[in-house]
């Protein structure tokens, strides 16, 4: 059987994709629109707050400085 490109089309959005005219590929549903708003001044803001808390919780002697730290680390994860 012969299939048109909008038939396959549609059968893949019914399973969350679709077609990128840029791209000239399919891509999950929403794909364009995360990867768009992580740059990669935003990757190195997150590398370098990860990268100083982490160098003052390995030498803090505060329990409430590293739960802080923690919590924070928690609350990032949660946003990925």
Do not use: C, N
Request: glycine share 4%.
């Amino acid at each position: 059987m012969d299939y048109l490109p909008k038939d396959i089309k549609d059968y893949l959005f019914g399973y969350g994709f679709v077609y990128s005219e840029k791209q000239k590929q399919f891509r999950p549903i929403g794909y364009d629109s995360l990867t768009t708003m992580i740059t990669k001044d935003s990757i190195e803001t997150a590398y370098s707050f990860l990268h100083q808390k982490q160098r003052i919780y390995v030498h803090s002697t505060l329990d409430w400085q590293k739960d802080a730290i923690t919590k924070a680390v928690e609350i990032l994860e949660k946003m990925l």
